[in-house]
């Protein structure tokens, strides 16, 4: 496809499972983002890759969220024991490099009950 | 703690007043960018600004970038209902590492 395309859209699970979201970015796009927004808010940083290697993963709440990026295309990110906290819209974002435009995705919005 | 700080936080204005909202952080950027987000969107650019003290102009948008690159202003002049929604500022590092502030919803009544 033309843009970042982000599966599912919508999630529900129940407290304590384990949930994986998708992100494919805009092809040949080697910087990819992740953020967390709830509502009302701006998106907050989880972890930014550059090409397969995560750069920056300070944003990540914790050890239950991890995000993979193994050839530098398709990002996925998981998330063990899910809490109610956890609920928000997962957005994703890619770009072609520094200061240029980041493509987001529509979002993954999770909802932990 | 947010890196960057947008003010005000919330907005509401009649059609054809202006406004200005801004993004100050104690951090300098590589570039800043403006997004404009709807509801159930991601966010989506409506700048980047790169070198200090610069200005670029989008029809009714005025965007600035301080001159020490480490805050922006948006000027929004005669608004219209459809400038409603969620405006952020987003910081890039010169690693591309990118952070947002947390937004001004803006409300234009007819």
């Known amino acids: 496809g033309a843009g970042v395309s982000q599966t599912p859209s919508n999630k529900v699970t129940e407290k304590g499972k384990y949930v994986e979201l998708r992100c494919d970015p805009i092809?040949?796009?080697?910087?990819l983002y992740w953020y967390r927004q709830s509502l009302g808010q701006g998106p907050e940083f989880l972890i930014y890759?550059?090409?397969?290697?995560?750069?920056?993963d300070s944003g990540l709440p914790n050890d239950r969220f991890f995000a993979v990026r193994p050839e530098g295309s398709v990002s996925t990110l998981k998330i063990q024991r899910t809490e109610r906290g956890d609920s928000a819209v997962y957005l994703c974002?890619?770009?072609?490099?520094?200061?240029?435009?980041?493509?987001f995705g529509q979002g993954t919005r999770l909802t932990v009950v | 703690t947010q890196l960057l700080e947008q003010s005000p936080q919330f907005l509401s204005i009649q059609e054809g007043e202006n406004l200005t909202v801004y993004c100050n952080s104690s951090?300098?950027?590589?570039?800043l960018q403006w997004y404009r987000q709807e509801p159930g969107e991601g966010p989506v650019l409506l700048v980047t600004?790169?070198?200090?003290?610069e200005v670029k102009k989008l029809k009714r948008l005025t965007f600035q970038f301080g001159d020490a690159r480490k805050d922006s202003s948006l000027h929004i002049t005669a608004a219209q209902p459809g400038d409603t929604g969620l405006y952020l500022c987003?910081?890039?590092?010169?690693?591309?590492?990118?952070?947002f502030g947390a937004g001004t919803r803006l409300t234009v009544k007819p």
């Open positions: 092809s040949g796009h080697t910087a």
């Open positions: 974002a890619s770009s072609t490099g520094l200061n240029t435009e980041a493509f």
């Open positions: 600004v790169v070198t200090g003290g």
């Open positions: 890759f550059q090409g397969t290697g995560a750069a920056d």
């Open positions: 951090s300098v950027f590589s570039s």
């Open positions: 987003a910081g890039e590092y010169n690693n591309n590492d990118m952070r």
